[in-house]
């Protein structure tokens, strides 16, 4: 939408399943504070599925310290569920580093009770005009795009 705020949506895409049954998704995300070397944002996601008896939906903040060659981020988020909200946040301690041009390994590590549960690691590769990529790794494989923006 700007240079600060964001609007999300997508669709999982699992083969042999109709798509009536793929896990729909919608969120915002909106910058708080941005400098140099530090960035702050908060948003809401929220998923759907026909099988769900309520929206999964979570309220989150990230914050991600570093610049274009490395960065290290803290996400934290609080789930909940029509009006039932989630004990517990689900934290993760991600970072990427720069491997060339438009090349990042990139890793991930989610705690929830304070207890790391499972790692992502992969690799991230950007379009030439940075407005896509796409993530190989453990244990995922994804695609993503932006629309209109610089």
Same mark, same amino acid.
């Given at each position: 939408v700007s240079d600060r705020h964001a609007i999300l949506g997508g669709a999982s895409l699992l083969p042999g399943t109709a798509l009536d049954k793929q896990l729909l998704?919608?969120?915002t995300k909106s910058s708080i504070y941005r400098s140099e070397s530090v960035q702050l944002a @908060?948003? %809401?996601?929220?998923?759907?599925?026909?099988?769900f008896d309520?929206?999964?939906? =979570?309220?989150?903040?990230v #914050?991600? &310290?570093?610049?274009?060659? @490395?960065? %290290?981020?803290?996400?934290?988020?609080y789930g909940f569920e029509g009006s039932?909200? =989630?004990?517990?946040?689900? #934290?993760? &301690?991600?970072?990427?580093?720069r491997l060339g041009r438009r090349t990042y390994f990139?890793?991930?590590l989610p705690f929830y009770? =304070?207890?790391p549960r499972f790692s992502l690691l992969g690799i991230r590769r950007y379009s030439e005009?940075?407005?896509?990529?796409?993530?190989?790794g453990y244990p995922y494989l994804s695609y993503s795009f932006g629309f209109g923006g610089d």
């Open positions: 998704y919608f969120g @908060a948003g %809401l996601m929220t998923l759907d599925q026909k099988h309520d929206r999964l939906s =979570a309220l989150y903040g #914050a991600t &310290l570093g610049d274009s060659d @490395a960065a %290290l981020s803290l996400f934290v988020s039932d909200m =989630a004990d517990h946040p689900v #934290a993760v &301690l991600g970072g990427e580093k990139v890793g991930e009770k =304070a207890k005009n940075g407005d896509s990529h796409w993530d190989l």
